[in-house]
């Protein structure tokens, strides 16, 4: 076993985890977060996705020992209490998900999109939610929602 010390959320969490132990795993698991889902294993589907020190990441595709002092945000830390982020917000006004499994990982990239595009066009939404796979809404709604989330946010 091997200590890890992450920041989650805001909050410093030492866990132990075996050497092979995936950040996805430990974010559940260990960490008690399960709105990070574990979908391919494979870093295809985004359904794990995270912020690792400020960068979206497929956590099924990291180990959690090399995520060792970094800082890492999950969907949880999205909502201030009852009041949700504009994400989230703009994502439930424009229907922009059904049964929600992919929903972690749109909102993460839709956040970091809008952080570093402040007014993406659609080219730069498809680009963004290219890595993020979801069955059941067609992306129009994905699409508008993040659109809708860009313009509430400038």
């Known amino acids: 076993m091997t200590t890890v010390r992450l920041t989650v959320n805001g909050v410093q969490r030492e866990i132990d985890v075996a050497p092979g132990t995936l950040l996805v795993h430990a974010i559940r698991e ?20 995270v912020v690792v020190d400020g960068a979206t990441t497929k956590s099924c595709s990291v180990l959690a020992h090399s995520a060792d002092g970094a800082t890492v945000e999950t969907v949880e830390s999205l909502a ?17 998900f059904q049964c929600g499994f992919c929903l972690p990982g749109m909102l993460l990239t839709a956040k970091e999109l809008i952080e570093s595009t402040p007014d ?33 946010a400038s």
């Not at 399960?34 to 985004?46: E, F, K, Q, S, Y």
């Not at 201030?80 to 922009?96: K, N």
């Not at 699409?143 to 860009?150: E, G, L, N, P, S």
């Open 30 to 49: 260990q960490v008690g977060l399960t709105g990070t889902h574990v979908g391919c294993l494979t870093g295809d589907c985004g359904a794990c996705t």
């Open 80 to 96: 201030d209490g009852e009041e949700l982020h504009p994400v989230q917000r703009a994502f439930w006004d424009e229907f922009g």
């Open 120 to 152: 993406p066009d659609d080219a730069d939404i498809h680009r963004a939610i290219n890595g993020n796979l979801c069955r059941c809404t067609g992306y129009n709604t994905i699409v508008a929602a993040v659109r809708r989330a860009a313009k509430e």
